[in-house]
């Protein structure tokens, strides 16, 4: 990835992304605010190293997934468990869900998979004039966290589609492959 850089001339460039809240409610916005202000760090962080002659990947992946083992860790143990219903009911929260418009489509103690229709930092992203390529590698940083938090439970991250590379949603899968099955929950 070449250097990131802010360019407000950027702003006519065609991008295949498309990223639109459907959910305008106020209080979201301000969350959603909240989330952009996270991304923004993320991309700063990054393009401080690179003008510091940095690489990102010197750092910054390693950084963000023990960000997310650290989550991921507490959340374990506020389920008190590492099915992945557990994760859901924690991490995956009505409120997350209106956020980031989710679609739970499928929860089992094995396996998680939730699209995202609305990003967040991808939003922040483009506010800062990025390029599609530079938005799906910042997309590739910060998913390292759920990586984290998945591996935290024991499970994988699987991402078939993703905003950041102009796909219509955020395909999350988080599934346990080893054969060993998580110890049974009795979270809905």
Not at 57 to 71: I, M, N, P, S
Not at 143 to 150: A, H, N, T, V, Y
Not at 172 to 184: C, H, K, L, T
Request: proline share 3%; aromatic share 6%.
């Amino acid at each position: 990835m070449e250097r990131l850089h802010v360019d407000e001339g950027k702003g006519d460039r065609m991008s295949k992304i498309v990223n639109e809240p459907k959910n305008t409610f106020p209080l979201f916005v301000k969350v959603r605010e909240q989330l952009e202000h996270r991304a923004l760090w993320l991309y700063l962080l990054v393009d401080e190293a690179r003008k510091h002659g940095l690489a990102d990947d010197a750092f910054a992946a390693d950084a963000v997934k023990r960000c997310g083992l650290y989550q991921g860790a507490e959340i374990v143990g506020k389920s008190g468990t590492k099915s992945l219903k557990g994760l859901k009911k924690v991490l995956f929260t009505k409120s997350a869900q209106i956020v980031f418009e989710m679609k739970v489509v499928e929860c089992t103690d094995d396996k998680l998979s939730i699209d995202f229709h609305y990003c967040p930092l991808v939003k922040a992203w483009q506010k800062q004039g990025c390029t599609d390529e530079e938005i799906s590698r910042l997309c590739d940083l910060a998913m390292c966290g759920d990586r984290g938090i998945g591996e935290a439970h024991g499970v994988e991250l699987d991402l078939p589609k993703t905003i950041a590379r102009g796909d219509d949603c955020c395909a999350i899968r988080y599934v346990r492959r080893d054969g060993a099955s998580a110890p049974r929950s009795d979270m809905r």
